[in-house]
């Protein structure tokens, strides 16, 4: 919806001093009081769109100062090749972040491997497969509690289930499957939406002509609902890159070495970033690694959050969908 | 929902009656697929109880070796036997109004403005604006707290520089996309007919807002304050890097303290025992006040039109 209508309808009334004098008795006290009224109208109206206008722009200016602080405090770092694909020191200057851009985007990758096919079966089972039940209700609420649920309690949990219980140890599988539970409602969320919006005429046709639910589901539904599931998709990929609070306690904070094994453990960017600042004194020019460090986190974050919506324009145009 | 309506909300048009060239597996395996796209959807609910069931288990020698008095009280020193968090609960409390108190006020105001004065093309920049904003991970705002705003406030309030008044700041920053893009959803929800009719006899924009849009909005507008309030009792590293961190109640704005979050992010790596398990014991009591939130959130949303506020609750 546009904005509403920026004219305001002015009141019929004269509102000129001649006006006003000219009405007598009853008629003018009325005509004055309801030019005042107007009056008072208009000018709280400009105060109120001052007021909306400025936090609009002061959030907008929050977001600038953000991406330009970090970039222009880390961006000439972090473009070196030798620091971006370096090997990072523990107490020497002059330390990259290699093996941690790797973890970063292994763990990312690991963890869509997991969660994107949970969480689009769930939410298929939620629009086309289920009724409106004791069931749906149950994992309705789940996940809704589940999305609340503050991410170092996903990492502390992810530590003694995952990690001690499950004997997985400090590794990258750890950290992903913490990740699942913490994104498996977000993916469900666009998937379900997505879904939702594929018109029914698209299923009733393929359904008349024979095709059994999974089949309409499948070859009908999955591919007209693809572009919104991917976009979040590729959102919620970004925001796994940045996670920091879940994977202290399961994947680790810091490493020499690429970890190749998901057994092994890593240290993905954010996390090392939290590591710089608890243990960072150790290193010499630790101010600069973790500047180039956040710039890198910040630039790949931002590419994910941009390749979201452009990837769905192309998954659109090459299926012919027109919306 | 009234019962007897419950077998037309089922999802799509019924099964079809088979046709064409039989295949002899095909029922069982419309059933095979339903039963794995079931067990997908209780994944999350497994996680749910595991995640309570271990939590649970992992505080138990809290609750039974300090007790529950021990825990909710002022004083913590775990070699002493003090397990109190109180100083925590404060800690959060008072960053989390704080907040509220700085970002609620800025995203509502944003939201209005999306919604009824911005231009289509500037409703689309900042909309998408407030997405990447809510995408900037916390780590990077915690960083750029300790690097920026703790020495400014050093520089104008003294002390460390560090406490509640930065973390609120830092804080408000992170949930202002959260509570400006459910706000300004719940205002788009409005049917427009209301604000037209109100329009078209003359009111005012704000007049329209104030008697009309708002109020009919109003239980989103509140569950958005509510879903940003349980962002912010959650959020650990961005506080984590501009709050202190201390053990001890905060004498004002600028005195380092600690918070349920950081105190267990901190601690988590270094303690055994019941020291250990009163940490976890703090998880639990943060995970019951996260899921109180969104029983909150519920209540309010049953108020709003039925099947629109699903979307809400993740954001």
């Known amino acids: 919806m546009r904005g509403y209508s920026r004219t305001i309808a002015k009141p019929e009334i004269n509102t000129s001093e001649a006006g006003l004098k000219n009405g007598n008795g009853w008629r003018g006290l009325l005509e004055k009081k309801a030019a005042r009224a107007a009056a008072r109208a208009r000018w709280a109206e400009r105060v109120a769109s001052f007021i909306f206008r400025t936090s609009a722009a002061v959030s907008l200016v929050v977001l600038a100062f953000i991406i330009g602080t970090i970039l222009a405090r880390g961006l000439g770092t972090a473009l070196d090749p030798s620091f971006l694909f370096g090997k990072p020191q523990a107490l020497k200057e002059g330390g990259g972040i290699g093996p941690m851009l790797f973890s970063s985007l ?8 997991i969660v994107v096919p949970l969480g689009v079966g769930a939410a298929l089972y939620l629009a086309e497969f289920s009724r409106e039940g004791r069931l749906v209700r149950l994992i309705r609420w789940g996940t809704e509690s589940l999305s609340s649920i503050s991410s170092v309690i996903f990492g502390i949990f992810g530590m003694v289930f995952f990690v001690i219980y499950l004997r997985f140890g400090y590794s990258l599988l750890a950290g992903a499957l913490t990740l699942t539970l913490m994104n498996l409602p977000t993916v469900m969320r666009v998937t379900e939406e997505s879904v939702r919006a594929v018109p029914g005429s698209y299923r009733e046709a393929s359904l008349s002509l024979g095709a059994s639910r999974w089949e309409t589901t499948k070859k009908v539904v999955l591919p007209a609902a693809l572009p919104g599931i991917t976009t979040g998709v590729v959102l919620t990929m970004g925001r796994i890159m940045g996670e920091s609070a879940a994977l202290v306690y399961t994947v680790g904070i810091f490493v020499r070495k690429i970890p190749l094994s998901p057994l092994q453990p890593a240290a993905p960017m954010a996390a090392n970033i939290w590591h710089i600042y608890t243990e960072g004194a150790l290193i010499p ?29 192309i998954i659109r145009k090459k299926m012919g969908i027109m919306n | 929902m009234k019962p007897h309506l419950k077998r037309e909300e089922k999802a799509g048009p019924p099964a079809p009656v088979a046709a064409g060239p039989a295949d002899p597996l095909r029922g069982q395996k419309e059933t095979v697929v339903r039963w794995v796209l079931r067990l997908c959807a209780l994944v999350s609910v497994l996680g749910l109880f595991l995640m309570v069931i271990f939590l649970f288990r992992e505080s138990l020698p809290a609750w039974r070796e300090a007790g529950a008095a021990n825990i909710f009280s002022s004083e913590w020193s775990p070699d002493k036997g ?23 006020p800025l995203a509502l105001g944003t939201a209005v403005y999306l919604h009824a ?7 689309r920049f ?30 104008f309030a003294g002390g ?5 008044l930065p973390a609120s700041i830092v804080l408000a920053v992170m949930i202002l996309p959260t509570i400006a893009t459910i706000a300004r959803d719940s205002l788009e929800a409005v049917p427009k007919a209301f604000a037209e009719a109100s329009l078209s006899m003359g009111a005012t924009r704000w007049q329209t807002l104030r008697r009309v849009t708002i109020p009919a909005a109003w239980p989103g507008i509140l569950a958005a304050v509510i ?42 790596g270094e303690s055994t025992g019941v020291h250990r398990s009163s940490l976890f014991a703090m998880a639990l009591i943060l995970l019951a006040l996260s ?14 039109i039925k099947g629109t506020s699903g979307g809400a609750f993740y954001c």
């Not at chain 1, 630790?286 to 324009?313: D, Q, T």
Request: aromatic fraction near 8%; charge should be positive.
């Open chain 2, 82 to 104: 003090k397990y109190g968090i109180l100083i925590f609960l404060v800690g959060t409390m008072a960053v989390s109004t704080g907040s509220l108190i700085i970002g609620a």
């Open chain 2, 227 to 268: 879903l940003g309030l349980g962002r912010a009792l959650g959020e650990t590293m961005a506080v984590a890097m501009v709050i202190g961190p201390a053990t001890a109640f905060p004498k004002n704005l600028i005195t380092p303290t600690h918070t349920l979050t950081t105190k267990i992010m901190l601690e988590m």
């Open chain 2, 117 to 123: 004065y911005a231009k289509p093309s500037w409703k």
């Open chain 1, 106 to 113: 292994y763990l990312t990758l690991l963890t869509s491997v």
């Open chain 1, 285 to 313: 020019d630790w101010m600069r690694v973790a500047s180039g460090e956040a710039a890198a986190l910040l630039v790949l974050v931002l590419f994910f959050n941009l390749a979201a919506g452009a990837l769905a324009g």
């Open chain 2, 126 to 155: 900042i909309g998408r604006g407030l997405e990447v904003l809510a995408g900037v991970p916390s780590i990077i705002l915690g960083w750029l707290g300790f690097t920026t705003l703790v020495p400014l406030v050093r520089r």
């Open chain 2, 291 to 304: 899921m109180f939130l969104i029983w909150l959130v519920r209540r309010l949303s049953a108020k709003t």
């Open chain 2, 160 to 164: 460390t520089g560090m406490g509640i």
